[in-house]
């Protein structure tokens, strides 16, 4: 057992992986001898050479589609796109390309690739640097999406995410990189489309994602010891597939349901969550379902206006105790 | 009207004969074949039995026949949704693209890809692209598994004038060079980009070869109705890329008799330079050629003949297919087979 | 062999002929032209696409034909014209029916339906807004609908009186109230070791049982008790009675129950809030007084109505009450006669109850019970003890209607029209 931050827990991950495996390589923008903007990469370079880990120009395009061919043809590559802004650069790949090839061409091609992307808010970059774009990712068929909160979970869905012969998005959060977690040594594989019941509670479902874990989980302290509400919360973990059975059976339990996601309101993930459990689960619903995002707005640099959008503890709190006990 | 038109290299007969006649022979049955297809899909259309939207080749089959002979087997092709040529030019059979077309069961990919996506994994036909652009780095991608395994497969992509405006070219083309890829970047010059002339958009006269310098590469223009002429060229791109040479980009000059789609009839095009064109028709050109180096015109028959019989017999099975069953709908969206994203 | 009006443009339907390069009766030949087509967007020449005869043409210039449309019939040379071609129209139009699909398997294997893939629950609860306009939520429907309780009848302590789930956790379980229900072998079993007569229920008994059942179960009763002074009402009784002495007797005699009928309808017309009856979704109001009064009769009782008491006079209400109560003793009642009333009265002084509260008839809103009257001791101005005449009566109010202070005013105007009682004339 260790304890390991959040961003080495990338680079073990890639690592584990990419020892087991030779097809396994890795490319993206600053990633092979610096080890990554945000140190998320170091040591790859020197443990597995300049054939396997790959500095790329900044030409996102030519590093998603790069990534494709090779994954076609027998390679599991790992692209990283820096930001997760810079989908938006390359979405061809990711809307077009990746999801659909497999389909078009009857069953005939494959593209088992994982894009790592440094994802959300806190870190103070502004508006195209710090957006939540996981939503965006989870409405195209064909694609798998992944957001972990903690270092065992990013090395456990990482592993599952190379592994898997679909293109996944793994959404790594920035702010999430210096925190730390205990991580078990040994090979460490999770399960794709998987969620996982942090704290079981019997008084409301709150479904999170990625930074909002931790802050549902204060949250759920907060409402304990000051109202007496004992919340389950939920690491939702993976977007698609979608572990539907673990959120339904918890709201069957505790008959609420919140969502906390740091996406701006409109078609944020957990609007198709909310959408599923008012639909199939309606009659176990004792109460509307809510939402708790941050506001329809792009983000501001300022730290202070930047943690004023982001849902936190209190606001979390706050809107459950109001829903509850009006 | 370009002046390019006019600086089209005249045929020439009686060279050293580096090609040999069975070659040659193989390189106009596949440049017929692809004619004879695209007429048929041309007729088909007007009989309402090829649907939706459809990219003719018609005049342009030099540069896929002659990069086509040129590859060996394990070599990969990705091309546009003009790829009906370079699907047909890697082998797959006339009825599978026929019947992709037509939307049946018996198609190349069920009918659930089109005409603007055929794909043949196992003839290395690895996609035909719709968006512009894109599979310019998805080529690169092939190419570099290549190189990291010491694989000795060379991977071709196809792609219009008008590709060379977008970005993923440029990406591409940098990439290739930089990371000295196994791949060839093949230009096929058709002087429109759908229904604007290429000139018009373009910052320089030649749209591939003249931006070839600012990838470090040399700009190369052939003749892209000669198939002799792609032939060779494609031969020396071959060898310089399994030689760990690098990417080679290709300019082929050509022209489209029909228009951009099957939609689209080219009203837009001067008067007589359709005309002209035609006088540097591909199958005229080559068909001179074969009979420059002393093959009878009975042989050419029997070729045309044999074509024939393959587009006749596709048409009838395809007519006689059937529809693509509704099962299929959701199949083959995920690796396991299916389509599911929630338990 | 058919040619069609080809798809000039995929978002076209349809293309208007411009132009014939032939004429009916040509040869062609694979590749002429034959006519030319325009669309809103552009135009074209359409060859033809094998040789023969051009034998019929159906669309002539400036004529527009849908897409699939069959424009001429080229008919091959030296044969008969060929039976038109599967039209890609026809095999198009077979559109596919939505089959049952091969389901993906889920983790648990419980199957997916891809078209079906958000599964909305079969049964439907019933509707979220109650009568009363309160709500309640899915699950209390759901609840409820499993334990068999009807959820209008829950309390809601939601937000805006929703009913919540615990709401109907904690209602009574119809089932099992229906469950702690005596059965006759259950209390035959109770007096196993006693004998007794069995008497079977007639009709007015099961009718009783079941009528009161209900008013106590269904009725909010509240009861309100008052001490009534007869002093005065005993001696004009006595007046009423001397006036009517003939030289045979007294025709009649009034009872004190005849003044107290007069008097209660008095009562109820000075607080018409009172002269009502619940119906369910509303409140009737009368303006009379139609009062019910309860005789006892053999096995039971039953309450014949005075209609308009309140315009009658106390005799005229003596003799209607002494024909209803000998009638209805020899159960020669018609239906019409005990039916309706706006408020009833029971009289049970007769027997020395002193006091006793009534159950509400429904759908009536209120009923009076009047006790014996007797001697009770009264302070005086000067501090003595004087003995009165008084009687003890209870009002039973239904407070869907009354409230405690109509039925308390209802009360007081009694009490002062008893204790007053020239002011019911006057």
Redesign the interface.
């Known amino acids: 057992m260790a304890e390991l931050t959040y961003r080495d827990a990338v680079a073990r991950g890639i690592a584990q992986e990419m020892a087991r495996d030779k097809d396994v390589?890795f490319l993206g923008e600053d990633v092979a001898k610096a080890g990554g903007v945000f140190k998320a990469t170091v040591g790859l370079y020197e443990q597995f050479g300049p054939?396997?880990v790959?500095d790329?120009?900044i030409?996102e395009?030519?590093?998603?589609?790069?990534?494709?061919?090779?994954?076609?043809?027998?390679?599991k590559?790992i692209a990283e796109i820096m930001f997760s802004d810079f989908i938006a650069v390359c979405f061809?790949?990711i809307a077009?390309?990746f999801p659909k090839?497999?389909?078009?061409?009857?069953?005939?091609?494959?593209c088992?690739l994982v894009v790592r992307t440094g994802n959300g808010a806190g870190s103070r970059f502004g508006a195209q640097h710090s957006q939540s774009v996981e939503n965006w990712c989870m409405m195209i068929?064909?694609l798998k999406v992944v957001a972990p909160s903690n270092p065992f979970d990013v090395v456990g869905l990482l592993a599952a995410a190379v592994r898997?012969?679909?293109p996944v998005i793994f959404f790594e959060h920035k702010s999430l990189y210096p925190t730390k977690g205990e991580v078990p040594d040994g090979e460490i594989v999770d399960t794709l489309?998987t969620a996982k019941i942090v704290r079981p509670g019997k008084d409301a479902t709150i479904c999170a994602l990625a930074l909002m874990v931790p802050r549902a989980l204060e949250a759920a302290d907060k409402l304990k010891t000051e109202h007496g509400i004992d919340c389950e919360v939920v690491d939702v973990r993976s977007l698609?597939?979608?572990?539907?059975?673990t959120i339904l059976g918890s709201v069957a339990k505790t008959n609420r349901l919140f969502t906390v996601e740091e996406n701006p309101r409109l078609c944020g993930w957990g609007a198709e969550i909310v959408s599923?459990v008012a639909d199939e689960a309606f009659y176990d619903l004792d109460g509307p379902p809510v939402r708790i995002t941050t506001p329809h707005i792009p983000l501001a640099a300022a730290d202070i206006l930047e943690d004023m959008a982001l849902p936190n503890a209190a606001r979390i709190a706050e809107t459950v105790t109001r829903s509850l006990g009006s | 009207m370009s002046k390019r038109a006019l600086e089209l290299q005249p045929v020439v007969g009686g060279q050293n004969d580096d090609i040999g006649e069975a070659k040659r022979l193989e390189l106009y049955r596949s440049q017929i074949r692809i004619r004879d297809a695209e007429q048929r899909a041309f007729?088909l259309?007007?009989?309402?039995?090829v649907?939706?939207?459809s990219h003719l080749s018609l005049g342009q089959e030099a540069i896929a026949a002659g990069f086509g002979c040129a590859m060996q087997k394990g070599d990969?092709s990705f091309c546009t949704y003009r790829g009906h040529a370079h699907t047909l030019a890697r082998g797959v059979s006339v009825e599978k693209v026929l019947g992709e077309l037509m939307q049946r069961d018996n198609g190349?990919?069920?009918g659930?890809?089109?005409s603007m996506?055929l794909?043949?994994?196992?003839h290395g036909v690895?996609?035909s692209?719709a968006?512009i652009g894109?599979?310019?780095?998805?080529?690169?991608?092939?190419?570099?598994?290549?190189q990291?395994?010491g694989e000795k497969d060379v991977?071709v992509c196809f792609f219009g004038d008008g590709t060379t405006n977008i970005?993923?070219f440029h990406?591409?083309l940098?990439?290739a060079a930089?990371?000295k890829l196994p791949v060839i970047f093949v230009c096929e010059n058709n002087l429109y980009m759908e229904y604007t002339p290429i000139g018009d958009v373009t910052a320089v006269e030649y749209p591939a070869a003249d931006r070839a310098a600012a990838y470090g590469l040399p700009g190369v223009v052939i003749d892209g109705n000669d198939a002799d002429i792609v032939y060779r060229e494609a031969i020396q791109a071959f060898d310089k890329a399994r030689s760990g040479d690098g990417p080679s980009l290709i300019e082929c000059l050509t022209y489209r008799h029909g228009g951009h789609?099957?939609?689209?009839?080219a009203?837009y095009r001067p008067e007589g330079e359709l005309e002209l064109w035609k006088q540097r028709d591909p199958i005229k050109v080559y068909r001179e050629r074969l009979k420059q180096f002393s093959v009878a015109e009975a042989r050419i028959a029997q070729i045309d003949a044999a074509v024939r019989k393959e587009v006749d017999d596709a048409t009838e099975a395809c007519?006689a297919a059937g529809?693509p069953?509704?099962?299929?709908?959701?199949?083959?969206?995920?690796?396991d087979?299916?389509?599911?994203?929630?338990? | 062999m058919?040619?069609?009006m080809?798809?000039?443009?995929?978002t076209?339907a349809e293309g208007k002929i411009t132009k014939w390069f032939k004429n009916a009766g040509d040869s062609v030949q694979a590749g002429d032209n034959l006519f030319e087509i325009e669309t809103d967007k552009?135009?074209?020449?359409?060859?033809a696409?094998f040789a023969g005869t051009l034998s019929a043409i159906n669309f002539h210039v400036g004529e527009v034909a849908k897409?699939?449309a069959v424009v001429a019939i080229i008919t091959g040379a030296g044969e008969a014209p060929l039976p038109p071609?599967?039209?890609?129209?026809s095999?198009?139009s077979?559109a596919?029916?939505?089959?049952v699909?091969?389901t993906?398997q889920?983790?648990?294997g419980t199957s997916?339906d891809?078209w079906n893939?958000v599964r909305t629950p079969e049964r439907n609860f019933g509707p979220a807004r109650r009568s009363d306009g309160t709500a309640s939520t899915p699950l209390a429907r759901r609840l409820a609908a499993e334990r068999g309780i009807d959820i209008a009848t829950v309390v809601g302590t939601g937000p805006h009186g929703r009913v919540v789930a615990r709401d109907v956790a904690g209602a009574p379980d119809r089932r099992s109230s229906q469950v702690a229900a005596l059965t006759p072998s259950a209390v035959a079993a109770v007096y196993d070791q006693r004998t007794y007569e069995e008497v079977p229920l007639d009709a007015m008994r099961a009718t009783i049982a079941r009528r009161l059942v209900d008013a106590k179960q269904t009725i909010p009763h509240f009861y309100l008790t008052t001490e009534v002074e007869i002093g005065r009402l005993l001696a004009l009784r006595k007046e009423v009675n001397a006036a009517t002495e003939g030289p045979d007797g007294p025709a009649y005699r009034v009872s004190l129950n005849d003044f107290i009928i007069k008097a209660w309808a008095a009562a109820l017309m000075r607080v018409p809030a009172a002269n009502a009856v619940w119906a369910g979704d509303r409140i009737l109001r009368f303006r009379v007084a139609d009062i019910g009064v309860a005789v006892a009769i053999e096995g039971g009782l039953i309450t014949p109505v005075i209609r308009n008491a309140e315009s009658k006079t106390v005799t005229g209400i003596s003799w209607e009450m002494k024909d209803l109560a000998e009638r209805a003793r020899s159960k020669k009642l018609k239906p019409a006669e005990y039916s309706g009333g706006s408020s009833s009265i029971s009289n049970l002084g007769m027997f020395g109850v002193r006091e006793f509260a009534a159950i509400v008839n429904p759908p009536q809103s209120t009923i009076l019970a009047v006790g014996a009257g007797r001697r009770a001791p009264r302070e005086t101005a000067s501090g003595r003890a004087e003995f009165h005449d008084v009687m003890t009566v209870t009002l039973s109010c239904d407070h869907r209607v009354v409230d405690g202070a109509v039925g308390a005013q209802l009360l007081a105007e009694f009490k002062s029209i008893i204790e007053h009682p020239v002011s019911a004339i006057a």
């Open positions: 390589v054939l396997r790959r790329a120009p030409s395009q030519a590093i998603l589609g790069a990534a494709m061919g090779a994954a076609m043809t027998g390679l590559p061809d790949y077009n390309e090839s497999r389909y078009m061409s009857n069953g005939q091609t494959k088992p068929p064909g898997d012969p679909d489309g698609v597939p979608l572990d539907t059975r599923i | 007729d259309f007007l009989q309402n039995l649907k939706g939207t990969l190349l990919m069920r659930k890809g089109g996506h794909t043949s994994e196992e690895m996609g692209y968006i894109a599979h310019l780095p998805i080529a690169c991608g092939a190419a570099w598994r290549a990291y395994r991977s970005g993923a990406e591409a940098n990439f930089v990371w789609s099957r939609a689209d009839p009203k007519k529809m069953p509704a099962e299929i709908l959701f199949t083959d969206v995920y690796a087979g299916g389509w599911a994203w929630r338990n | 058919d040619v069609l080809p798809q000039l443009g995929e076209v552009t135009s074209m020449e359409v060859p696409t897409v699939g071609a599967k039209s890609a129209v095999v198009a077979a596919p029916a939505r089959p699909l091969a993906a889920a983790g648990n997916l891809p893939a």
